[in-house]
Structure formats: structure tokens, C-alpha cells
């Protein structure tokens, strides 16, 4: 599913009229009528049928309206309070306000004051203020009316996107609505998916509205990566699957105090379906993770005694490297200054698809240009927020302020697959392409949990995904194994290693193997 911001989604209107001659008025009572069946359906069952509409000035508000007409016309009761003087409407919105009898508006220009009691009896408020148009911070009467819906007690459908909620970005703009449905048009907005707009759409039920299959495709957004996009990118085992057709990973970790890392990601490589993996380790910590891993093999690098990875291992880590699929590089090593001079000289030397993470990460830093010296080379970076501030030299809250532009630039001009984690992880490519990663929960922030991923991004790298397709693959699959495993845990307590056992279950879930002899 794609997912577009607010302002994408204006141009496609715009085109939809222009150029496909699909009229305005059309869009709207289609998006209104659409909002009408989830209403019916979810609440028309109830003894009274009252709904009302808080409509703004603008088209969210036209939306409004033609709920209001189409309820009524299904037995409803639907009053509809317009923040706003009738002759402040125009265009389409002010031919479907033209259509509702003129005692079931109350406009109300100075404010929502005296409206609670009307909202308190609703059996459903529709919440059709603010939609995709809004441009500034919420305050004044709209802040008034949004307060009072969210007080009211009473369940709540937005129209296209909680009032209040930036639609490009998700982020609250003063106040926003807390719906308990949300119904968007044609296509998902940013704001529905991202957080914490997302978490203030309640059911998103994404409606047809009619708009052409050329508008769509030619929409300018990012790629949700929910479990029926996965299972579209996943490739089920063939029944002549051998080990080596799982592919080989490379995983050099691990430090003194870090073999858990080490383990989990090997451990998790393993669990993802790669056919074989080899974890590369300092000397003195080959015994532990020869007792922490089962299925891995191990090699134990550097001088005897040695916690830490060295510079001096470079070539054979090199030697390694060459005969495995896929390197994985960075859980649990440290920042000791040889080690950090092992990832540099890496990353100049390695040719196979590459996964970055952790003090792997802290590693190039402060110097993010080292990413370019492996020309050619796959390069995929798992930073959180933290890592991606310091990677591109900026603060977290910047960060945060735009996860899917900061994600974007940088692998546009580092080269590099970036997977921004956090809550909806954000996927970038180098040519500018974006996902954001449906599944995950409150669960997963522990430790560990990133070492888990690079494990299983190295595994569907190391399968010969395209990198891409990996990186949407890795992030849906590790967040969709916490997710089957919330009824049992809960999300405190939820460890790294218990996703690490799910993984092959939440892999089943994505595709059967395949039978060679009857499906090719
Ligand atoms: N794009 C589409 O394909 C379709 C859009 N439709 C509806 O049209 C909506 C967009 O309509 P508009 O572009 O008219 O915009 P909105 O109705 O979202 O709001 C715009 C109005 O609110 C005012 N406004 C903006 N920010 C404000 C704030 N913080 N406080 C108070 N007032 C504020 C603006 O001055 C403008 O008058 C969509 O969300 C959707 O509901 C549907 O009718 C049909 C199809
Ligand atoms: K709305």
C-alpha cells in the first residue's frame, strides 16, 4: 500500500479533475459516502442513531456534509455544527452545504461554547474540521471544538485524518482529535501511518474513492510494508532447497561484556533462513559463543586473550568474507581504537552486501564519507535515532522532526539502504525510494533488539534479496515476531531472544514452501 502526504494527495486530486475529468463534487460525495458505510456499519445497530458533525470551512468539512445528508437519508439523525459562517464555505463544500436542510446547521463562527450537551447525546461525532489543508498550529475555537469532541465520552469517526494531525508527518499541530475510527481516502496519508498520528487514528479503514489507477501510480510516497506487502516480497523456500542456497553469513562481533550480541545476531541469521553462518569473534570469546550458539560456527580472530577485534584481523576477516555471501559488521564490538580502525579498513576493502549497525555505526560517525570508499559494495546502516543524529550530524529531535527526510538524504548521498528504527522504521534506498514498516510494538524497545534485526537483514541479504526488498523483508519480519509474541508477554519483559525464537514462525506466516513439482 502506498502512502502519501496530504499535499500528494491534493495534486492527485487536482489531476483526477484536470486531466480524468472525474468532477470534484464527485471525489466528495464518494469520500463522504464512503464514511457514511463505516459509520452505518459500525454503529447502526444502536437503539438511537445520532451523529453529530463538526465540520470546518474546507473541503473536510464538504466531506461532512454529505455524511450528514446521506445518514439522514438512512433514518439518522445528523446535526451538523460548522465553526465558521456559512458564507465562509465555497466550491464543492458550499454545494453540498447548499443540499442539507438549512435547521440541521448551526454555525457556529464564534466558538463551540453551549455545543457539549449536543455532543455529550451523539451516538457517533464525525470529526470533519481539519483535513489535509490544515496549515498552522491548532488554537482558538478549532483547539475549543477539539477539546470538547475528546471529552464528550463519545465514539468518534475522523474524516481522512484526526483533526489536528499534520498529514504529512503524523506530528500534532497544538491539539488533534482521538478517533476512534479513521476513514481516508484513495490512498493511507503519512499522517496515519506515522506516530503519533497514528496512534490517534484508531481503525484506519482506507476508502475507494474512485481515484484513476494513473493518479495512484503516478503518486509520489512511500511503501507501507504491512504483512500482505511481506508476503508479496517474500520468496518461500523451493523443496530443493539445499544450505547453500540459504546463503552463507559473515557476522564479526562481539567484545568483552558484549557476547550476547554477537549471539543474537548470529543466533537470529540463522533463525531467518540463511543456509549457514559463521561468526567471526576475538580469540578469548570463542569459548562463550561456541556455548551460546549451536547451528553457528565460529572463528576466533587476533592475538590469544584478545577481547576485542583488531586491526591486525583484517585479512582474515578478508579471507573470510570471501567465500560467504553477506558480512554483517558491528554488534557488540566496541569502540577500542584498533576495532575502530577494522571497520574502516573494512569498509574500504569489502566486497560483499554489507550490514552496518551499532559501534559499527559510532565507528564512521564522524566521519560518514568512509561509506563511500566500498564502490559498488550493498551497504545497509540500522542506526536508532541516536546513531542516525550523530551519522548525519545532527540531533535527535531533528531526527524525529523528519525521520523520512533525514532517512532519505542520507542514503541518497552516502549510497547506502538505511533502516531508521523506532517506531514505524523507516527504509531508505539510495534512489530515494521509502517504506515505513508496519509491524512492531512497545515491546521491542530493550536491548538486543537491533542485534536481532542485523541478523536477520544479513539473512535475507545473504538469500540474494535485493537490498531493498531485504531491508522492508528484515524490519517486517523482526517487528511481526515481537508482534506474535505480545499476547503471551505482554510488551514488558519482552526480550530480544524471544524474537529471536519467533522469527521462523513469523516467517511461516509470509508463504508455505513451495512444491516444485506443482508450483514452479
Ligand atoms: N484530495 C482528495 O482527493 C479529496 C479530498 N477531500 C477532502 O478535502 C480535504 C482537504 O480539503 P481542504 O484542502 O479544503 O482543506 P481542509 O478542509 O483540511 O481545511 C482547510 C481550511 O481550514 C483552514 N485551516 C487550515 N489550518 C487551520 C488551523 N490550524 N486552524 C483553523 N483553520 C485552519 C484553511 O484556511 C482552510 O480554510 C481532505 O482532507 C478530504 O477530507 C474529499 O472531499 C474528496 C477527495
Ligand atoms: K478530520
Redesign the pocket.
Known amino acids: 500500500m502506498k502512502v502519501v502526504s496530504g499535499q500528494v ?2 495534486l ?2 487536482r489531476r483526477a479533475i484536470g486531466e480524468f475529468g472525474v468532477p470534484g463534487v464527485e ?2 460525495e464518494r ?1 463522504g459516502r464512503s464514511c457514511a458505510d463505516v459509520i452505518e456499519e459500525a454503529f447502526g445497530e444502536r437503539e438511537a442513531r445520532r451523529a453529530v458533525i463538526v465540520a ?8 461532512g456534509f454529505v455524511i450528514s445528508r446521506l445518514l439522514a437519508e438512512r433514518g439518522w439523525e445528523a446535526p451538523v455544527l460548522l465553526l465558521a459562517a456559512p458564507e465562509a464555505v465555497s466550491g464543492d463544500a458550499a454545494a453540498n452545504l447548499a443540499r442539507l436542510a438549512p435547521a440541521t446547521v448551526k454555525s457556529l463562527p464564534q466558538g463551540v461554547a453551549g455545543a457539549e450537551t449536543l455532543l455529550k447525546s451523539a451516538t457517533v461525532i464525525v470529526d470533519a474540521l ?9 488554537s482558538g475555537i ?1 483547539g475549543e471544538a477539539i477539546d470538547l469532541i475528546n471529552a464528550a465520552g463519545v465514539p468518534v469517526v475522523s ?3 484526526p483533526s489536528g494531525v499534520d498529514s504529512a508527518s503524523g506530528k500534532v ?1 497544538g491539539r488533534a482529535v482521538r478517533a476512534d475510527i479513521t476513514v481516508t ?2 490512498l493511507a496519508k503519512l499522517g496515519n501511518i506515522l506516530y503519533p498520528g497514528a496512534g490517534l487514528c484508531g481503525r484506519l479503514v482506507v476508502a475507494d ?1 474512485g481515484m484513476p489507477d494513473a493518479v495512484v501510480a503516478g503518486a509520489e510516497g512511500a511503501e507501507y510494508v504491512d504483512a500482505a506487502a511481506a508476503a508479496a516480497l517474500f520468496r518461500p523456500r523451493s523443496a530443493t532447497a539445499h544450505k547453500g542456497s540459504g546463503g552463507h553469513c559473515l557476522i564479526v562481533a562481539g567484545s568483552t561484556g558484549k557476547t550476547g550480541a554477537a549471539a543474537m545476531a548470529a543466533n537470529s541469521a540463522q533463525r531467518s533462513g540463511a543456509g549457514l553462518v559463521t561468526l567471526a569473534v576475538p580469540a578469548a570469546l570463542n569459548p562463550v559463543l561456541e556455548q551460546k550458539t549451536t547451528e553457528v560456527m565460529t572463528i576466533p580472530t587476533g592475538p590469544e586473550g584478545a577481547g576485542y577485534l583488531r586491526a591486525g584481523s583484517l585479512a582474515e576477516i578478508l579471507a573470510a568474507a570471501a567465500v560467504r555471501d553477506v558480512v554483517a559488521l558491528g554488534p557488540g564490538i566496541g569502540t577500542a581504537p584498533s576495532t575502530v580502525y577494522l571497520v574502516h579498513s573494512l569498509l574500504a576493502a569489502l566486497d560483499k552486501p554489507l550490514v552496518l549497525d551499532a559501534d559499527g555505526l559510532n565507528a564512521v560517525a564522524h566521519n560518514p564519507e568512509l561509506l563511500l570508499a566500498g564502490s559498488g559494495r550493498v551497504t545497509v546502516l540500522t542506526p536508532h535515532p541516536g546513531e542516525m543524529a550523530r551519522l548525519a550530524g545532527c540531533s535527535i529531535p531533528e531526527v524525529e522532526a523528519d525521520r523520512i527526510g533525514c532517512a532519505r538524504a542520507f542514503a541518497a548521498k552516502y549510497r547506502v539502504h538505511l533502516i531508521l528504527k523506532g517506531a514505524r522504521s523507516v527504509i531508505a534506498a539510495p534512489d530515494g525510494s521509502v517504506a515505513i514498516n508496519g509491524s512492531g510494538n512497545p515491546g521491542m524497545a530493550s536491548g538486543g533488539m537491533g542485534d536481532v534485526l542485523t541478523g536477520v537483514v544479513a539473512a535475507f541479504l545473504g538469500q540474494g534479496y535485493p537490498p531493498f526488498a531485504a531491508c522492508q523483508l528484515g524490519a517486517f519480519v523482526h517487528g511481526h515476531a515481537a508482534d506474535l509474541l505480545v499476547e503471551r508477554l505482554g510488551t514488558q519483559g519482552l526480550n530480544a531472544s524471544d524474537v529471536q525464537e519467533m522469527l521462523p514462525v513469523a516467517l511461516a506466516s509470509l508463504g508455505a514452501p513451495r512444491n516444485t513439482a506443482t508450483n514452479n
Open positions: 494527495m491534493q492527485m486530486d471525489l466528495m469520500a470546518g470551512k474546507g473541503n473536510n468539512g464538504g466531506d481539519l483535513g489535509t489543508g490544515m496549515n498552522s498550529e491548532v478549532y474524516v481522512d485524518i499541530l481516502f484513495a474513492i
